[in-house]
């Protein structure tokens, strides 16, 4: 149920379901069995993320102290490439990447702990991206990392000519250009 990454504070999720001819049931957070695997909350707000075409790329953003936030991801409806980058300078991983397939279909889940950047592309049409952060959002706080960065070098799914971004994710600085927060 609980799977540590290769950087091991970011935790892929896996909720047990229980299923028949009508479908399945699935708890999808139960707070003390989440903490004693290392998610650790308390969760104050939930937000939820509609990207009608594949090849949305959302990120890689974050939020610097006092509002950081660790973030619990689920794709509820259609299917995600999920990354987080480690970005705290005294870190063994800092500059590393860890990646997972989150969709409708397995259910999983991503826990991407204060100190990380995180980001994903949507892989097919009508995804549905909900997650429970651990401070409110605080605009003056928000930050990102470009998503093409070199140095990181994130292996994002092919098959798509350029990821679709907004306007802000276009221009987020390169790792190398990050003040250090963490």
Same mark, same amino acid.
């Given at each position: ?31 003390? #069995?989440?903490?004693? $695997?290392?998610?650790?909350?308390? =969760? *104050?707000?939930?937000?939820? &993320? ?5 090849? !949305? ?16 991801i689920n794709c509820t409806q259609g299917k995600i490439f999920d990354v987080a980058v480690d970005i705290r300078r005294s870190s063994p991983t800092f500059g590393r990447y860890?990646?997972? #397939?989150?969709?409708? $279909?397995?259910?999983?889940?991503? =826990? *991407?702990?204060?100190?990380? &950047? ?5 892989? !097919? ?40 971004l907004s306007v802000k994710d276009a221009v987020l600085p390169q790792l190398k250009n990050l003040e250090e927060v963490f």
């Open positions: 149920m609980f799977q540590r990454l290769a950087i091991p504070e970011v935790i892929l999720i896996t909720p047990k379901r229980h299923g028949d001819d009508r479908g399945f049931f699935s708890e999808t957070y139960r707070e003390h #069995e989440y903490a004693e $695997a290392g998610v650790s909350g308390p =969760f *104050v707000q939930d937000n939820q &993320a509609y990207s009608k075409q594949a090849g !949305v790329l959302r990120g890689l953003h974050f939020q610097v102290p006092p509002t950081a936030q660790g973030k619990l860890v990646s997972a #397939e989150l969709s409708s $279909a397995n259910g999983a889940q991503l =826990f *991407v702990p204060a100190g990380f &950047a995180h980001g994903y592309m949507t892989l !097919v049409e009508n995804c549905l991206v909900q997650y429970k952060v651990t401070a409110y959002y605080s605009p003056e706080d928000e930050h990102g990392l470009a998503w093409d960065d070199a140095d990181i070098g994130i292996d994002w799914p092919s098959g798509f000519a350029r990821p679709t």
